[in-house]
């Protein structure tokens, strides 16, 4: 009896637990509230390998895993936390003169300041006078669908010379490329050079390249792809195997592309709208369609991520005086509004927008907009109060 007693008396504290816990613990948020996880669909393989690249995603470099000597950072996450935008505290700075002659300061650690080092050895100081520009980390999700979409659709979209004399005249970056990357299918070329469509300037060509450039540049980590120390300037042993870079890079293919939220809201309708109206969507193209991919739910497939992936000329205020690759200084790829609405989630509350951070609402990333966007930016302006809520509140539910 007393034992019978007892085994209730457990079952009804867990039951009592279980109940406490539920009251206490906060709701989970619905799928739409993250940025993180999978793109519905994947086969196990595929499902397996996204978990591999998650974990190598969040995996903290020690000195015994050869983080260093020189490092920003030691983890991809630590920038990207929750997959989400970056924020000023943990932006990077690149530096050196872009003069025709390429980058002189070369010699002084650049192009990016690894401003920590493990003991023993100096980190980098930025050389007085340097040109630099400050940069936080974009979100990180959807962009196997960015990466998908083929060359001949953004060579569509752009109008290099303005031929329709909207004064909007996008360009893709025409950019020299690595030697291990493998070309997209269909992949179209210019001189010698290829579309290249990651980064803040579009300068990466995929995301092998940009992965293996972070692990280096970021980390101080060597691969097969980028082996070159960024202390020594000398080739060393890879400090992350082949197989972890192309389990992130599979990662960052497959992870979903942001939910929006309240689209049936008559004031998002009548923002998404508007947004066309004055401009914003001849740049923040509202949908593309991606072109074969080896993993099939990225195949054929329409999507709305609010880019044209072209530079653009932004004007002086947003001339940040450093350049990659061909982008002139002024040039910023535009970047994808879709999931902006949840950015700051990430960025600890606050809004921090534009390739620094420093607008620190969306109207004030709007109203910093100049150069090709001098016009759509002024449309802004002379919207009624209503009619700019109404646009903001569309850009939030994205
Ligand atoms: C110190 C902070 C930091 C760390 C660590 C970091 N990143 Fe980034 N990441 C950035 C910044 C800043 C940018 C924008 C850089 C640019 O425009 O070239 C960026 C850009 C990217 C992009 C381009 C996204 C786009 O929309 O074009 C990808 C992909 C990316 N990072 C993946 C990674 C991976 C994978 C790792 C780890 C191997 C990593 N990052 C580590 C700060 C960081
Ligand atoms: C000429 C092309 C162009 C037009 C037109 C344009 N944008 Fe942009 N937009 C950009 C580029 C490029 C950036 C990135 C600039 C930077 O980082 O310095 C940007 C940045 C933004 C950002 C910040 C995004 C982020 O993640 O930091 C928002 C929000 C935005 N635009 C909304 C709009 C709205 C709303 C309109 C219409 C009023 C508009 N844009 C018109 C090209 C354009």
């Known amino acids: 009896m007393k034992m019978q007693l007892k085994v209730l008396a457990g079952i009804l504290s867990i039951v009592l637990f279980a109940i406490a816990c539920e009251k206490t613990m906060p709701p989970t948020p619905d799928e739409s509230e993250l940025l993180d996880g999978p793109i519905e669909g994947l086969n196990t393989a595929e499902q397996a390998q996204f978990l591999k690249g998650d974990e190598a995603f969040g995996d903290v470099f020690t000195i015994e895993k050869g983080l260093g000597p020189i490092f920003v950072a030691n983890q991809c996450a630590s920038c990207h936390a929750g997959d989400g935008k970056g924020s000023p505290f943990v932006r990077f700075t690149r530096f050196g003169q872009p003069d025709t002659l390429g980058n002189q300061f070369l010699s002084f650690g650049g192009p990016q300041l690894q401003h920590k080092a493990i003991p023993g050895y100096q980190p980098e100081q930025l050389p007085s006078g340097v040109t630099f520009s400050d940069l936080i980390a974009p979100a990180v999700s959807g962009l196997g669908f960015l990466d998908a979409v083929p060359d001949a659709e953004l060579v569509a979209l752009s109008d290099p010379n303005d031929a329709d004399g909207d004064g909007i ?230």
């Not at 329409?302 to 001339?319: A, Q």
């Open 169 to 398: 005249s996008g360009r893709p970056h025409w950019n020299t490329i690595p030697n291990y990357v493998t070309l997209r299918p269909n992949s179209i070329s210019q001189n010698g050079k290829y579309i290249s469509r990651f980064g803040k300037k579009g300068g990466a060509y995929d995301l092998l390249h940009q992965t293996s450039g972070a692990y280096n540049q970021d980390m101080g980590i060597t691969s097969l792809f980028e082996p070159i120390d960024p202390y020594s300037g000398l080739e060393v042993d890879p400090e992350v195997s082949t197989q972890t870079v192309h389990d992130v890079v599979f990662y960052l293919k497959t992870l979903k592309a942001p939910i929006p939220r309240n689209q049936d809201d008559p004031d998002v309708i009548a923002g998404k709208q508007i947004f066309s109206q004055i401009q914003c969507a001849s740049c923040h193209t509202p949908t593309l369609t991606t072109g074969f991919s080896p993993i099939n739910v990225l195949s054929n497939k329409e999507f709305h991520p609010y880019t044209d992936m072209l530079l653009h000329d932004m004007g002086s205020g947003l001339d940040d005086g450093y350049t990659e690759g061909f982008a002139l200084t002024s040039e910023w790829k535009t970047p994808a509004l879709w999931g902006l609405g949840l950015s700051k989630d990430a960025q600890g509350g606050s809004y921090f927008l534009l390739h620094d951070g420093r607008a620190m609402s969306i109207e004030e990333a709007i109203l910093l907009h100049g150069g090709e966007a001098e016009q759509s930016k002024t449309n802004y302006t002379q919207l009624s109060n209503t009619e700019k809520e109404q646009l903001i509140k569309f850009l939030e539910s994205l």
